[in-house]
Nanobody
Framework: QVQLVESGGGLVQPGGSLRLSCAAS????????MGWYRQAPGKQRELVAV???????NYADSVKGRFTISRDNAKNTVYLQMNSLKPEDTAVYYC??????????????WGQGTQVTVSS
């Protein structure tokens, strides 16, 4: 019914940059919050950044000043620009969207995840 498809992960050296993208598709009526979470091995999933339908943003303290979240409402797409990457940013990054499908209740939808590895 609804799909979130992420792209842009990979291997990068410390200090490098990556840009993640996540496109939502399906019978979507409206999208409220869109965000990125990450989960490192042996750790709980944590919020990285979120943007509301009104374009407000919120970031984890660990990524403030280095990561930038943005969205293109016309394309139902959210982006995460990651600069000055550190080894501790290594994790599987998941896209999340709170949305309403046609004729339905709000849903909390997740992407399949994309691996980001920061290593020399």
């Amino acid at each position: 019914q609804v799909q979130l498809v992420e792209s842009g992960g990979g291997l990068v050296q410390p200090g490098g940059s990556l840009r993640l993208s996540c496109a939502a598709s399906g019978s979507i009526f409206s999208i409220y919050d869109m965000g990125w979470y990450r989960q490192a091995p042996g750790k709980q999933r944590e919020l990285v950044a979120v943007t509301t339908s009104g374009s407000s943003t919120n970031y984890a303290d660990s990524v403030k000043g280095r990561f930038t979240i943005s969205r293109d409402n016309a394309k139902n797409t959210v982006y995460l620009q990651m600069n000055s990457l550190k080894p501790e940013d290594t994790a599987v990054y998941y896209c999340n969207a709170v949305l309403r499908v046609l004729g339905g209740m709000p849903l909390n939808s997740w992407g399949q995840g994309t691996q980001v590895t920061v290593s020399s």
